[in-house]
């Protein structure tokens, strides 16, 4: 596991635009591909997860369910103001909304054969059923409701 110290001694970090440098050549540091990848001390490491450690000394312990997420969903933007520590439900509260999805609301779907509207939540890794409604609205107000008691 890298160590700050041995973070700082090799990259410098700007909070500012999330960019990693390095300090011997003054190359930016990190390959694009899913996430920002750098590569230190033979080992690849996502940027965000050592930008946290930069700027506060510790990195998010898996084995907890602890993450970090980015806030505005861009995996390539490090800015520390765009970090933040959750745990895996609050990171998939902040996802895109899926592909299939025809409602435009996370949670909610339409059910062809009930020609009604299931509203759902995950929760500690489990789907949590909030009904089938036979108005959009009213799965809406499900889906929003379990929100706003779960994670406000």
Known sequence: MITKEILKKELEYNKETGIFTRI???EIAGSKLRYVKIHLKGKNYSAHRLAWLYVYDY????????MIDH????????RIC???????????QNSKLYSKNKTGIKGVHWIKEDKSYRATIYLNNKQISLGSHKNLFDAICARKSMENKIFI
């Open 24 to 26: 011997k050549t003054g």
């Open 59 to 66: 990195i998010p312990d898996y084995s907890k369910d602890l």
């Open 82 to 92: 765009n970090l933040r520590v959750v745990n895996r439900s609050q990171n998939a």
């Open 71 to 78: 806030i505005n969903q861009n995996k390539h933007d490090n």
